[in-house]
């Protein structure tokens, strides 16, 4: 939603980010779980493939960065980096990290789908404790306006603290009840955050047309806007999961909060 309200109204991209955001943040409300369990090799591929990315973007800004101290004066630097010889060298390190990259992608790819019952059970914990930040913040946000009315200013700043003393100790709790339920985490964690992403990019795309909002702008009704949203997406996943995957969770598992 941040995102969203950052957006300029008088940038000639404004329409189509907002549309492309808010479409993505149907897909994730409506479709969260289908993406995750059928593109986990998919998604480990990426993981693998950013990492080494990394580490590729260090090796190459560190030897830039060895060149320009070896070059000496500004002269010689664009000497060196115009020279053929150099730029054949740094064609051939691009070449190594991204076929680095590759390797390191697949790798991650076969790990993800062979490790997946282990990488579940760390991804459950994951979204449960970012899923009860997630929920502590968005009470937060809601309250924010009448409790700064009626505290006033000296009292400046509590949300800051109100979310960190409420949500570290909730996502320890949510994080573990949600170990082994990472169905019902990834769900609710892409239904939530699928919903904030469609009203945030929906209230933006109105106040930049110019549309009188009223209480509906408010904290309030956006989080309650969110959570009406996000309680249809949820629904809407359980209903088309894939048949194989509620077969197979035929036994209790704990709930995520």
């Not at 993406?35 to 800004?61: D, K, Q, R």
């Not at 070449?95 to 990259?101: F, G, S, Y």
């Not at 100790?169 to 573990?176: C, D, E, H, S």
């Not at 309650?224 to 249809?232: D, K, N």
Request: charged letters at 10%.
């Amino acid at each position: 939603m941040t995102l969203a309200m950052l957006t300029p109204c008088n940038s000639e991209d404004t329409t189509v980010i907002l549309i492309v955001t808010g479409l993505v943040g149907l897909v994730l409300t409506f479709g969260g779980y289908l993406i995750y369990h059928f593109a986990i090799g998919l998604f480990g591929f990426f993981v693998g493939f950013l990492a080494e990315a990394a580490v590729g973007s260090l090796w190459l800004g560190k030897s830039l960065f060895q060149v320009s101290h070896a070059g000496g004066s500004e002269s010689e630097l664009l000497q060196t980096l115009t020279s053929s010889d150099d730029s054949d060298s740094r064609v051939k390190m691009k070449v190594i990290v991204l076929a680095c990259c590759l390797i390191w992608g697949m790798i991650a790819a076969v790990t993800f789908q062979k490790l997946s019952s282990t990488i579940n059970k760390l991804l459950g914990y994951a979204l449960g404790a970012a899923l009860g930040v997630g929920t502590v913040a968005l009470l937060i946000h809601a309250v924010n306006e009448p409790i700064n009315e009626a505290a006033g200013p000296a009292y400046a700043g509590w949300e800051s603290f109100a979310t960190i003393s409420l949500g570290v100790p909730t996502a320890l709790v949510t994080g573990y009840l949600a170990r082994n339920s990472i169905k019902y985490c990834i769900m609710l964690a892409t239904a939530f955050g699928g919903a904030a992403i469609v009203v945030g990019t929906s209230m933006r795309a109105l106040e930049c047309a110019d549309v009188e909002l009223g209480a509906v702008s408010k904290p309030i009704g956006n989080a309650l806007i969110v959570a009406g949203l996000a309680t249809l997406g949820f629904a809407v996943q359980l209903k088309v999961q894939p048949k194989a995957v509620r077969e197979h969770d035929g036994l209790p598992a704990a709930n995520c909060a």
